[in-house]
């Protein structure tokens, strides 16, 4: 950085950097950016950001433990939990700063992580020997609603802890907004209690309940006007069916993701090419994989679909000895655990993984429709990648002609200058060579930055 830039404010070096770049002849042009500024709630200055080191952590040891007990908790991120506010549970460790020495922050500093700063001072004592050392806690906290968005992963990592499963269900729904499309806030009065849906409310009893929050006098003002606007009879009585609507959507919305995204999109397509080139064995085990498969998920919409299930299900074959005449008295699909076969799951999705949200965009984005040539790059030793070459290749049709799997210690040259890359995970990308068929390289550069642009 410029000399005449350093030390400033992070709003004038903008300016200096225009004339610098206009004195060297580098200057195109300067058009209006409009983006927000957050400023300061109660003095109205600018927030700067600022870059500091945060703490972690790191998740996957955590996690291991939580898999075996809910298999969805996979692609586990590091957690930070570094939160620069004035209030709140400090973050226990303390750094060490020796005597004599700056006592500033650099990636050499020592710390000590534990429960009080007693067994911290121990740790540090066993650790240096006889050397003097003050410990300085560091002052970063953590808050509230970090944990709350991470209770049910966190709940479930915490078997490696406790030894014990801390609860067997998790009920989801989908975030829930008002009228006009904002997310609930109290200082917007858009938030009601479930009572006065259930039991229903006058509008002069609504209000009320907006005193006894920790809103100020201008939030009261703005959610007061905003409910005689919103409910300007007060609320119905609803009873309590209201409140189940928002569940019942959200089954139907995942029911139809997984039939037709899934199911139909997806797994029937993967199919085809072991019922047309499969030995018999292979062949029969996926027509009954297929049949049961359709055979739930029909019983599974029924409730909602009453009249389409029906009629789909009397064209289904029976299971030797099923008299059922029809869906209504059927079976409703309870989960059967002998049917949970999860690193067979998680290979299939891999599979899927790399075909769906990898290789095929990239040939379409590419423009490349026979014969491409793909690459899977895992970084980790154990990846099933090569076990999924087949539904690769089987998936992606006759836009890609050559699937393989570049090792950890493949030579560098096994993938040829020249591809796109798309990363699937922190475990495992793709890449399509796209060089050798592109025509005018200038001219795909121009549209890949004018891509960017946009995003």
Known sequence: ?????????????????????????????????????????????????????????????????????????????DWCISRQLWWGHRIPTYMIVFDGEDSTETDATEWIVAKSE?????????????????????????????????????????????????????????????????KMNK???????????????????????????????????????????AFPNGIPECGAAALRSTGVFQEHKDLYQFFYDELCDVVIENSRSILSVGIPEEQNSVQQALFRTLDTSLRLMHPSMPFITEELWQRVPRQRGDTTPTIMPAPYPAHDTGLDFYADALNYELGLGCLCTGVSDLAAEYGIRAGGRAYVKPTTADSQANAQLPTIKALCGKS????????????????????????????????????????????????????????
């Not at 968005?149 to 067997?168: E, I, M, N, Q």
């Not at 809103?215 to 703005?222: F, G, H, K, M, T």
């Open 1 to 77: 950085m410029p000399a005449h830039s350093q030390g400033r404010s992070d709003l004038m070096p903008g300016y200096h950097v225009v004339k610098d770049l206009t004195k060297f002849g580098l200057f195109v042009k300067k058009e209006p950016n409009p983006m927000k500024i957050p400023l300061c709630e109660k003095f109205k200055d600018v927030i700067e950001p600022l870059i500091k080191p945060q703490w972690w952590v790191r998740m996957k040891g955590l996690a291991d433990a939580g898999l075996k007990v809910k298999r969805w908790l996979t692609n586990v991120n």
């Open 118 to 182: 007693d067994e911290a001072q121990a740790m540090a004592e066993a650790k240096f020997g006889p050397k003097k050392f003050p410990l300085e806690q560091d002052p970063d906290s953590l808050s509230g609603h970090v944990v709350q968005r991470r209770t049910v992963a966190d709940g479930y990592a915490s078997v490696r802890l406790t030894g014990s499963v801390p609860f067997t269900e998790v009920h989801c729904h989908s975030l829930i907004r008002d009228s006009e499309g904002r």
């Open 187 to 229: 200082s917007l009065g858009n938030i009601v209690d479930p009572i006065d849906i259930i039991s229903g409310t006058d509008l002069e009893s609504f209000h009320p309940k907006l005193l006894i929050s920790n809103l100020q006098e201008d939030e009261v003002a703005r959610a007061t006007k905003y409910r005689k606007t």
């Open 400 to 455: 890609i002609g050559e699937v393989n799997v570049i090792g950890q210690e493949a030579a560098k040259d096994a993938i040829p200058k020249g591809c796109a890359v798309f990363v699937i995970s922190s475990d495992i990308a793709v890449l399509l060579e796209v060089g050798s068929r592109t025509p005018d390289v200038d001219a795909e550069l121009v549209k890949l930055r004018a891509k960017l642009q946009k995003s």
